[in-house]
């Protein structure tokens, strides 16, 4: 999810985007759509963290991908074009009301045989998944990013990516004053991957934030 931010200047912004490798004609087609028919469409990873996600999981060709928080797809499909021929990633959202765009989405990618959707709570769900994961997207319910962090990391490879979004979360995490559910979780969550011999880890200031953490 990408929400409005000021931490880089706009013009600056656009100078990047204009310089990042050209989204394809699918992923601007939902994107489009997204604006259109959903009443937070800043939720989309869009053009420029979308070609980062995809970098990464490129790099990282990885065998088993988990998304937690799908929306319409746009980044399920970014990380998809990491993935190794008989890889799959596995996506999970507790609302199905986006599924009618996902799907027309997947359907005319390369990548439909090879996406799991799961509709659901996802602390109910990671539990009994039994596979391990070389890369995970966090990018739902900001409260639960502590719990999430800790259920996931068991379930990862050596060497795995632990993606999150969202953990600058609108420059909140520098206000003492903010106390809301949201901030204080992502506060802890950032110093729980910082601290967190299991990992190492960095913010890259993409946006709203975008931490990266890899199992060591």
Known sequence: MIMDSSFVNEQILSYIENLTAPQSELLAALERE???????????????QGRLLSLLSRLKQPKNILEIGTFTGYATLCLAEGLTPDGQIITIDKNDEFQTIQNKYFEQSAYRKRIKQIVGNARDIIPKLETIFDLVFLDADKRYYPQYFEMILPKMSRGGLLI?????????????????????????????????????????????????????
């Open 34 to 48: 997204t604006y259109q028919k959903t009443v937070l469409p800043q939720m989309i990873s869009g053009h420029y």
């Open 164 to 216: 999150a979004d969202n953990v600058l979360w609108y420059g909140k995490v520098l206000e003492p004053e903010a106390k809301d559910a949201e901030t204080m979780a992502i506060k802890h969550f950032n110093e729980m991957v910082a601290n967190d011999p299991r990992v190492e880890a960095l913010i890259l200031p993409v946006r709203d934030g975008l931490s990266i953490a890899m199992v060591i």
